[in-house]
């Protein structure tokens, strides 16, 4: 069951007439209502999560709640090429975590944020098992956990070998009193270990700087790979892809999240934790592309915009630039 808070708006971009010669984004994507709506002949579903519940509880500067449209606006007038146009995609509207609902003492049964992460689980199994691929529009990167979780439990993936790729400068495997957006790949390896099934967990580009020697010995507790953003410059674009490609062909069905604090704050300047070195976009498409490409990827999710910092969008375009490049490049499931 489908399970949206506010319902999808229609976008708008530059019309320079009809055809596919001039086709943009705002064109193609379809708005679908309901909570049992048909996303048959749909290749791509895209879901807001409108949250900074999880940034808040990781004292980081808020604002990504308002992520969600700010996305949307800026993929809308993006060119879609002749060789694009067969890609179809619906918008089913955001999951809405309510900070004016917030009660101080709530955690676990009646959190606000581990209600929308399983409001957002659900609509994430129905879209994978809807044999499409859902992309989440966060948020903070408490979204992960929701991603995950719909990723866990859909139908698809029973007996498989689950792969989280982070593109990312944070480990975020935080040791927590409450969930955050410093916690959900933590809470996922957990999760997975009480299950008894299979779950691994790869970034690119972590920043030493950022993270404490207790996240990477939890890194190595975890068998977490990664690759430091000092190794994943513009030269190092062919290590950056063959470590993607190799993860991938590792497991069975892959998730990539994006927490666009990877990149520098040159590029990307409107996040929760700006980026003094940071992952150059062009190496972040790279790895993308092959993650779409592999036949593996069954969710992915982009985090951490937060369009009150935004200069010029410079974040929000890199983003957009992010969300194109998966869309277009992305192949289903190997059976």
């Known amino acids: ?35 049992n709506p048909d996303l048959t002949g749909h290749d791509v579903v895209l879901i807001g999560f409108a949250s900074d519940e999880g940034v808040r509880r990781n004292k980081g500067r808020q604002g990504a709640r308002n992520a969600p449209a700010a996305l949307r606006a800026a993929l809308a007038p993006l060119a879609v090429s002749t060789e694009q146009a067969h890609v179809n995609v619906a918008d089913l509207g955001d999951v809405v975590v309510n900070e004016t609902d917030h009660d101080p003492a709530a955690d676990g049964p009646g959190d606000i944020l581990a209600e929308g992460q399983q409001r957002l689980a659900d609509n994430v199994a129905a879209t994978i098992d809807a044999d499409a691929l859902p992309i989440v529009l966060g948020g903070g990167h408490e979204v992960a956990f929701g991603t995950y979780s719909g990723v866990a439990s859909a139908k698809k993936r029973a007996g498989k070998r689950v792969g989280i790729l982070n593109l990312d400068a944070h480990f975020d495997l935080r040791a927590a009193d409450r969930p955050s957006s410093g916690t959900p790949f933590r809470q996922a390896l957990e999760a997975e ?19 404490t020697q207790v996240l990477f010995d939890t890194a190595e507790e975890f068998g977490v790979r990664y690759l430091l953003d000092e190794n994943c410059q513009e030269s190092d674009r062919a290590e ?56 593996k990827l069954v969710a992915a999710d982009v985090a951490e915009l937060n369009p009150e910092f935004d200069l010029d969008s410079r974040t929000a375009k890199s983003a957009a630039r992010i969300l194109h490049t998966l869309m277009c490049n992305h192949q289903k499931e190997q059976s």
């Open 193 to 211: 270990k009480a299950a008894g099934t299979e779950l691994s967990y790869a970034i690119v580009g972590i920043s030493q700087p950022s993270n």
């Open 1 to 35: 069951m489908i399970r949206i808070d506010h319902a999808p708006q229609a976008q708008f971009g530059r019309d320079d007439g009809p055809g596919q010669e001039h086709l943009r984004w705002f064109k193609k994507i379809e708005l679908v209502e309901g909570q």
């Open 240 to 295: 950056v892809v063959r470590f993607v490609e190799e993860y991938a062909a590792g497991v069975d069905v892959l998730y990539l999240t994006v927490d666009l604090d990877v990149l520098p704050a040159s590029v990307a300047p409107g996040v929760s934790a700006p980026a003094a070195y940071g992952v150059p976009l062009p190496v972040i498409l790279d790895a993308t592309r092959a993650a779409a490409a592999s036949g």
